[in-house]
């Protein structure tokens, strides 16, 4: 399968994109994932991008569009791929159209994961994430046993950049008015599928299978 996950930050696309993997062995090209790797490997790309991200604005089309031009022509996507934060306004889903018409890969779903605004904030303000090992948790939903340390290898919580309470605001102002619209975009195109990203992450995912036909 070729999807595009669709949803607000905090929605949990990456969460339900990680099961995918797991389960279906599919890569999850996630543009966020690529960008924070290169912002810490201080790469002039990295550099560059940090001060998009840091005000929770879009990082310009031109650096994003080549990073996952470059990973689609990788050998593992030939038997599918997740496209995840990816594409974030018209103007990249226009270019991504082109991209994948010319290397005969086109999408065979857009998977909408829908969470009431309201619920968002906290999922993202309490957001930690393990410096060791890369756990993620959240103080009000999924707190670690002790304050501020991995349950799985005792390594030190802390909160991205992006994740602060203001730039948090501008993300999800930039999704309203960027992404959001991709939704249209996508059910034109009849390859819309959507879920309630509410509930356990089990109970989603099995949504999820059954939205896109996957046993
Ligand atoms: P994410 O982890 O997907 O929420 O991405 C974190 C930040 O990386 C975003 O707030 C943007 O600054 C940047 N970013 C990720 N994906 C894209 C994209 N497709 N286009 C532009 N900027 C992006």
Redesign the pocket.
Known sequence: MRIVLLGA?GAG??TQAKILIEKYGMPQI???????AAVAAGTALGKE?KS??D???????S??LGM?EERLKQDDCKKGYIL??????TA?AEALDKMLASLNMSLTAALSVDVPFEDLMKRLTGRRTCKGCGQMYNIYFKAPAKDGACDKCNGELFQ?D?DKEA?IKK?LE?YTAQTEPLIGYYKSKGIVKSVSGTGSIDEIFKKVTEVLGLK
């Open positions: 930050p696309k990456g996630s543009t966020g994932d690529l960008l924070r991008a998009y991200m005000k929770g604005e879009l990082v310009p089309d650096v994003v996952v995840d934060g990816f594409p974030r306004n990249q991205r992006d730039t993300r930039v």
